[in-house]
C-alpha cells in the first residue's frame, strides 16, 4: 500500500550567512507534519567572508560561479549527515527543499533596455546536491513569484498559516538578519512584509568594535544608553515608510550603508550597540503602528529569530507593546532555529505535488504559482 507521507528535508541559510539549519520530517497529505531531527553545518570562515562579500557587492562573477557549486556541496553534505544522524539511507529520503543561500535580492522593477523586471539570486547548486545526496532535490523557489510580479518574499508565511492557523490575530514576527512579520488573522488576509534591519546592522557593529560575531542576550546593548538624536536620524530611513509587500537585505542594509551611518555615531561604543539595537525594535513596533494594526486587532505576537534571545530587544519590544503578550516559538513547543528549514520542506512538498505555494498578499505576486525547480 502507497504511504500517506513523504519524508523530506528542509534545509534554510539566511541573510547572517553563518552556516545551514536543516531538518528531517515526515509530512502527511494534510499537511501535518512530524519532526524527525536536525542538523546544522557552521559555513568555514573563508567561505562566510567569501558570501558577505558577494553580497556587499563585492565579489566577482568569477566568485559567484565558483560559490555556486562550493554552497550545493555544502548544503549536500549537511543533508548527507542528518540523514546519517537519523539512522536512514538516502533512498529513505523523498525530496530536500533548499532554499540556498540568497546573495542578492532586488524585487523592485527596474527598467533595462526597454525590459522592465526585478530579480533576485539564490546560490547552492540543486544540481550539485541531488547528484551529492542521490535525492531528487527542490530549490530556487523566489524566482518564480518574482516573474509573476510578486517581492519574492515573504515565503514563510505559507508555513505560518499551516502551523499557527487564523483562528485569533497573531503577528509571527522573526528577528534575523532581516526582521519580518506575518500576521495571521481572521479578519484579514494573511499578509507579511520586511520591518526593517534585524540583528544585520547589530552584528556588524559588534564585529567592528567588539571583535565579537553579535551581542549575545543583548549584554553590550543593556550596558549602553540610547542616542536619541542619532537614533531620530536612522529612523529617517525612506524603506521604513513604504507600504507593504516590501522585502529588504543586505543590499540596502550592508556594510556600506552601516558605514555611512556610524559617521554620526556616538564616541560611547555600547551606545552605539544600544542604539542600533533600539533602531530594530522601533522599526519593528513602527511597522505595527502604520501597517498592522489599521487593519487588525493584534491578541499577541510570537518572536522568533536570533533576536528573539536578545533581551535587550525583547525588553523594548515588551515595553512597546504593552498590552500585547509578547511569546516565543517556544511556548507552541516550536524549535524557531529550524522552523524556515521546516517551511522550505512544506513549500517543496508543494512543488512536487503542483500545488501553489505563494502568498500573493504577502509577496504582492498577480497570481498563484507553483514555486521551485526540480534536479532529479
Known amino acids: 500500500m502507497e504511504k500517506n507521507y513523504k519524508i523530506a528535508i528542509g534545509m534554510m541559510s539566511g541573510t547572517s550567512m553563518d552556516g545551514i539549519d536543516a531538518c528531517l520530517i515526515k509530512i502527511f497529505e494534510d499537511f501535518k507534519f512530524e519532526f524527525i531531527t536536525t542538523h546544522t553545518v557552521i559555513y568555514p570562515e573563508e567561505i562566510q567572508e567569501k558570501l558577505l562579500n558577494i553580497a556587499n557587492n563585492r565579489g566577482t562573477t568569477r566568485d559567484i560561479c565558483y560559490m555556486d557549486f562550493v554552497v550545493g556541496k555544502l548544503f549536500a553534505k549537511c543533508a548527507n549527515e542528518l540523514i ?62 518574482i516573474a509573476a510580479g510578486g517581492q519574492g518574499a515573504p515565503l514563510v508565511p505559507f508555513a505560518d498559516e499551516i502551523i499557527f492557523g487564523r483562528k485569533i490575530s497573531r503577528c509571527i514576527q522573526n528577528i534575523g538578519g532581516i526582521a519580518n512579520v506575518t500576521v495571521l488573522s481572521p479578519n484579514c488576509e494573511t499578509f507579511a512584509f520586511d520591518t526593517g534591519p534585524g540583528n544585520m546592522l547589530i552584528d556588524y557593529c559588534m564585529k567592528k568594535y567588539f571583535d565579537l ?10 550596558s549602553g544608553i540610547v542616542d536619541e538624536n542619532w537614533l ?46 533600539t533602531l530594530t525594535a522601533k522599526t519593528i513596533f513602527d511597522a505595527y503602528k502604520n501597517f498592522v494594526f489599521p487593519k487588525t486587532i493584534v491578541e499577541e505576537i510570537v518572536l522568533g529569530g536570533g533576536g528573539a534571545y536578545n533581551k535587550f530587544l525583547t525588553g523594548l519590544l515588551k515595553k512597546y507593546f504593552e ?41 504582492g505576486a498577480e497570481k498563484k504559482v507553483v514555486m521551485g525547480e526540480i534536479s532529479y
Open 84 to 145: 546519517k544522524k537519523a539512522g536512514l539511507k538516502c533512498k529513505d529520503v523523498d525530496f530536500i527543499a533548499s532554499h540556498g543561500q540568497t546573495v542578492f535580492h532586488m524585487p523592485d522593477q527596474k527598467n533595462i533596455a526597454g525590459i522592465s523586471t526585478g530579480s533576485t539570486l539564490q546560490i547552492g547548486n540543486i544540481s550539485v546536491i541531488s547528484d551529492n545526496t542521490g535525492v531528487l532535490t527542490v530549490g530556487n523557489f523566489r524566482t518564480k513569484d
Open 323 to 363: 498590552n500585547i503578550p509578547v511569546k516565543t516559538h517556544a511556548n507552541f513547543n516550536i524549535n524557531d532555529k529550524f522552523k524556515e528549514a521546516m517551511a522550505f520542506a512544506l513549500l517543496g512538498y508543494c512543488t512536487i505535488n503542483k500545488i501553489p505555494n505563494n502568498l500573493p498578499s504577502c509577496t
Open 232 to 277: 531620530d536620524i536612522l529612523l529617517k530611513e525612506p524603506y521604513f515608510s513604504i507600504k507593504p509587500p516590501k522585502t529588504t537585505g543586505r543590499e540596502l542594509f550592508n556594510n556600506e550603508y552601516a558605514e555611512k551611518l556610524l559617521q554620526n555615531a556616538p564616541f560611547n561604543k555600547c551606545d552605539i550597540i544600544a542604539t542600533i539595537s
Open 213 to 222: 560575531p553579535f551581542d549575545k542576550d543583548g549584554r553590550i546593548a543593556c
